[in-house]
């Protein structure tokens, strides 16, 4: 899907698995369109303790309000474990940093930057 050339992301109205993928129904209002698309499963637990995501990308089919989408690969899981300690997911801020940092060295990149607003 995308609006004037680029991506955007949209919840789904509900999807089925298939033998190479998913079929996913599209909110009302959004206009299908074929070619690359990225999948994120995620579910959280209250307080934001823990988090599950899942991340596929693929190629999808437009048919009306529909995308049937092949999935090619799964990205690197960036799910975060219940901490027993009851910290949260906020919390784990040095991990998730160190992780960056490690990521962007291996890609030969730069560490992104947060900008924040003036």
């Known amino acids: 899907m995308l609006a004037g050339g680029l991506p955007v992301t949209v919840p789904a109205r509900e999807f089925t698995a298939t033998a190479g993928g998913y079929e996913v129904r599209l909110p009302a209002g959004v206009e299908a369109a074929s070619?690359?698309?990225?999948?994120?499963?995620?579910?959280?637990?209250?307080?934001?303790?823990?988090?599950?995501?899942?991340?596929?990308?693929?190629?999808a089919t437009a048919a009306g309000d529909r995308l049937s989408v092949t999935v090619?690969?799964?990205?690197?899981?960036?799910?975060?474990?219940?901490?027993?300690?009851?910290?949260?997911?906020?919390?784990?801020?040095?991990q998730l940093r160190r992780r960056l940092k490690?990521?962007?060295?291996?890609?030969?990149?730069?560490?992104?930057?947060?900008?924040?607003?003036?």
């Not at 070619?35 to 899942?54: A, I, K, S």
């Not at 799964?74 to 919390?91: C, Q, T």
């Open 35 to 59: 070619g690359p698309v990225c999948l994120t499963f995620h579910q959280y637990g209250p307080g934001m303790r823990w988090q599950e995501n899942v991340v596929m990308v693929g190629a």
């Open 102 to 118: 490690a990521e962007a060295g291996r890609r030969s990149q730069p560490v992104p930057e947060v900008r924040r607003p003036a």
């Open 72 to 94: 090619e690969r799964a990205l690197p899981d960036w799910s975060l474990p219940s901490d027993r300690r009851g910290r949260s997911f906020l919390e784990h801020g040095s």
